[in-house]
């Protein structure tokens, strides 16, 4: 490359004036030609300029219509949250504990029994509570990206299975309860059967 740029010079005025017309009108077409590809070139980066501007402004405003379209996934309805299967889930959820605290303190089942009562209220409750998280999720922004419907069909799922729960717990304590009755009721028999057999 030293060897080439040695034999490559720049020319001179000297040279310059030297040189034939014809070799000079040679140049000044040459020069024409550059300076109008010259222009050619700055147009062609004005367009690709101006086409990577428009790309950009279309796709990043693409990217902003996704980012709101995204963001409102994340935003709750106020008919969802609003909706009366949330305070049926509440109300059902506190009933379903009070349920379970009126059986305390009865100590008249054997101990087998009551432990497998409290196996069934620890079980519940672990549910229940898996229910109010997945509730929280679905009626709190910014939680979960869903559409509308999505979230209603989720809301339907915590609602039924909070119904079933509920359900399940209104016969399951109705029937300890008869238990209960029925272990005193023969309680109070074994006692009067005594009496009767001591005073007699």
């Not at 305070?87 to 029994?113: H, W, Y």
């Not at 509308?148 to 079933?164: F, N, P």
């Amino acid at each position: 490359m030293v060897c080439c740029s040695s034999a490559i010079q720049a020319q001179t005025f000297a040279e310059w004036f030297k040189q034939t017309s014809t070799q000079k009108k040679y140049l000044l077409q040459q020069i024409a030609a550059l300076q109008v590809y010259t222009g050619f070139l700055e147009k062609g980066y004005g367009i690709a300029k101006s086409g990577l501007g428009t790309i950009k402004n279309i796709t990043g405003g693409e990217f902003d219509l996704h980012l709101l379209y995204i963001s409102s996934l994340k935003q709750v309805n106020p008919v969802i949250r609003n909706d009366k299967r949330v305070g049926g889930i509440l109300s059902m959820q506190t009933e379903l504990q009070k349920r379970f605290n009126e059986l305390e303190g009865l100590n008249v089942l054997p101990a087998d029994n009551q432990a497998y009562i409290n196996s069934v209220k620890q079980t519940i409750t672990v549910l229940c509570l898996k229910d109010l998280d997945e509730l929280e999720l679905v009626i709190t922004s910014g939680k979960l990206e869903m559409k509308d419907d999505e979230r209603l069909q989720r809301l339907g799922k915590v609602y039924e299975s909070t119904l079933d729960k509920y359900a399940f717990t209104q016969q399951f304590t109705t029937d300890v309860i008869l238990l209960v009755i029925q272990v005193r009721q023969q309680q109070n028999d074994t006692q009067l059967v005594r009496r009767y057999y001591e005073n007699n």
